[in-house]
Protein backbone atom coordinates (compact mmCIF):
# COMPACT_ATOMS: atom_id res chain seq x y z
CA UNK A 1 0.00 0.00 0.00
CA UNK A 2 1.18 3.73 -0.93
CA UNK A 3 0.90 6.40 1.92
CA UNK A 4 1.33 10.02 2.04
CA UNK A 5 2.10 11.39 5.53
CA UNK A 6 2.42 15.23 5.91
CA UNK A 7 3.76 17.37 8.97
CA UNK A 8 4.52 20.86 9.55
CA UNK A 9 1.28 22.49 9.59
CA UNK A 10 -0.07 24.48 12.65
CA UNK A 11 -0.26 28.51 13.75
CA UNK A 12 1.38 31.49 12.89
CA UNK A 13 1.54 34.82 12.84
CA UNK A 14 0.99 37.13 9.96
CA UNK A 15 3.99 37.90 8.45
CA UNK A 16 5.49 34.48 9.66
CA UNK A 17 7.00 31.57 7.53
CA UNK A 18 5.89 28.19 7.57
CA UNK A 19 7.15 24.87 6.21
CA UNK A 20 5.11 21.76 5.22
CA UNK A 21 6.56 18.30 4.04
CA UNK A 22 4.95 15.58 2.64
CA UNK A 23 6.84 11.68 2.58
CA UNK A 24 5.34 9.24 0.22
CA UNK A 25 5.99 5.52 1.19
CA UNK A 26 5.25 2.05 0.07
CA UNK A 27 4.97 -0.01 -2.88
CA UNK A 28 6.15 2.33 -5.18
CA UNK A 29 7.51 2.40 -8.95
CA UNK A 30 7.22 5.70 -10.02
CA UNK A 31 5.90 8.99 -9.19
CA UNK A 32 5.27 11.59 -11.91
CA UNK A 33 4.08 14.77 -9.86
CA UNK A 34 3.84 16.01 -6.25
CA UNK A 35 1.54 19.22 -5.51
CA UNK A 36 -0.02 20.82 -2.67
CA UNK A 37 -3.70 22.09 -2.46
CA UNK A 38 -5.88 23.61 0.06
CA UNK A 39 -8.95 24.12 1.06
CA UNK A 40 -10.40 26.99 3.13
CA UNK A 41 -13.97 27.14 4.59
CA UNK A 42 -16.38 27.65 2.71
CA UNK A 43 -14.05 27.51 -0.44
CA UNK A 44 -13.15 24.60 -3.24
CA UNK A 45 -9.81 23.38 -3.21
CA UNK A 46 -7.36 25.25 -5.02
CA UNK A 47 -3.73 24.34 -6.27
CA UNK A 48 -1.66 25.52 -4.55
CA UNK A 49 1.64 24.68 -6.23
CA UNK A 50 2.93 21.34 -8.02
CA UNK A 51 6.35 19.94 -9.40
CA UNK A 52 6.65 17.19 -11.70
CA UNK A 53 9.84 14.55 -11.41
CA UNK A 54 11.88 16.56 -13.99
CA UNK A 55 11.86 19.82 -11.98
CA UNK A 56 9.32 22.09 -13.27
CA UNK A 57 7.15 23.82 -11.19
CA UNK A 58 3.53 26.17 -11.71
CA UNK A 59 1.92 27.91 -8.74
CA UNK A 60 -1.00 29.66 -7.81
CA UNK A 61 -1.14 33.79 -8.75
CA UNK A 62 -2.21 34.27 -4.83
CA UNK A 63 1.12 32.58 -3.71
CA UNK A 64 3.61 33.18 -6.17
CA UNK A 65 6.49 35.25 -4.95
CA UNK A 66 5.52 33.78 -1.22
CA UNK A 67 5.94 30.56 -1.58
CA UNK A 68 8.39 27.57 -3.16
CA UNK A 69 7.87 23.94 -4.01
CA UNK A 70 10.63 21.65 -3.90
CA UNK A 71 11.06 18.04 -3.99
CA UNK A 72 14.14 15.40 -2.58
CA UNK A 73 13.18 12.89 -5.29
CA UNK A 74 15.20 10.60 -4.01
CA UNK A 75 13.45 10.76 -0.58
CA UNK A 76 9.85 10.43 -2.71
CA UNK A 77 9.30 13.93 -0.14
CA UNK A 78 7.68 17.72 -1.55
CA UNK A 79 7.97 20.66 0.84
CA UNK A 80 6.08 23.63 0.90
CA UNK A 81 8.21 26.55 2.44
CA UNK A 82 5.57 29.16 3.19
CA UNK A 83 6.72 32.96 3.39
CA UNK A 84 4.86 36.42 4.15
CA UNK A 85 2.01 34.41 4.83
CA UNK A 86 -1.37 36.20 5.49
CA UNK A 87 -4.40 35.42 6.82
CA UNK A 88 -6.36 34.29 3.45
CA UNK A 89 -3.66 31.29 3.99
CA UNK A 90 -6.13 29.80 6.12
CA UNK A 91 -6.75 26.59 5.32
CA UNK A 92 -6.19 22.85 5.29
CA UNK A 93 -3.61 21.71 3.04
CA UNK A 94 -3.75 18.51 1.41
CA UNK A 95 -0.44 17.01 -0.20
CA UNK A 96 -1.54 14.92 -3.36
CA UNK A 97 0.99 12.40 -5.97
CA UNK A 98 0.69 10.88 -9.03
CA UNK A 99 1.63 7.52 -7.84
CA UNK A 100 2.27 4.32 -9.74
CA UNK A 101 2.81 1.49 -7.29
CA UNK A 102 4.01 -2.00 -8.77
CA UNK A 103 1.63 -4.53 -10.07
CA UNK A 104 -1.38 -1.58 -10.17
CA UNK A 105 -2.48 0.96 -12.29
CA UNK A 106 -1.08 4.22 -11.38
CA UNK A 107 -3.58 6.79 -9.21
CA UNK A 108 -3.74 10.04 -7.37
CA UNK A 109 -2.85 9.58 -3.63
CA UNK A 110 -3.63 12.21 -0.99
CA UNK A 111 -2.27 12.94 2.55
CA UNK A 112 -4.86 13.41 5.59
CA UNK A 113 -4.55 16.91 5.42
CA UNK A 114 -2.53 19.48 7.88
CA UNK A 115 -4.55 22.89 9.11
CA UNK A 116 -2.25 25.70 8.70
CA UNK A 117 -4.06 28.79 10.38
CA UNK A 118 -2.68 32.73 10.59
CA UNK A 119 -4.12 34.58 13.31
CA UNK A 120 -5.26 37.99 12.68
Known amino acids: QVQLVESGGGLVQPGGSLRLSCAAS????????MSWYRQAPGKQRELVAA???????NYADSVKGRFTISRDNAKNTVYLQMNTLKPEDTAVYYC??????????????WGQGTQVTVSS
Open 26 to 33: GSIATISA
Open 51 to 57: KTSGGST
Open 96 to 109: NARIKPFDIPASDY
